[in-house]
């Protein structure tokens, strides 16, 4: 089993930055590809980028250029910096991890971007 908590969410104006960091325990050495999912207001969940552990990324094109996702294998944890955020970046962002087949998620924090 693997477990995924998330720090670090909250309310951002416009244009801002705010970052988010994961940390992985139980058997999160075996952890191959983590990133970072969110869910807007009314919407389905959806992938904001992944990050393998040779360091190789994933992005969304919605946020591709002002997202970055970074990993430090040593510590078992995923970050997530956010710039030139927008209000439809506004969502609950939860944190992933794939061990073999089976893929996990954090509780998720909230990020609001106020206009």
């Known amino acids: 089993q693997v477990q995924l908590v998330e720090s670090g969410g909250g309310l951002v104006q416009a244009g801002g930055s705010l970052g988010l960091s994961c940390a992985a325990s139980g058997r999160s050495f075996s952890l191959s590809t983590m990133g970072w999912y969110r869910q807007p207001p009314g919407k389905q969940r959806e992938l904001v980028g992944t990050?393998?552990?040779?360091?190789?990324?994933n992005y969304a094109d919605s946020v591709s250029g002002r997202f970055t996702i970074s990993r430090d294998n040593a510590k078992n944890m995923v970050f997530l910096q956010m710039n030139s955020l927008k209000p439809e970046d506004t969502g609950v962002y939860s944190c992933?991890?794939?061990?073999?087949?089976?893929?996990?998620w954090g509780q998720g924090t909230q990020v609001t971007v106020s206009s």
């Open positions: 992933y991890g794939r061990l073999g087949v089976n893929n996990y």
């Open positions: 990050i393998t552990s040779g360091g190789r990324t």
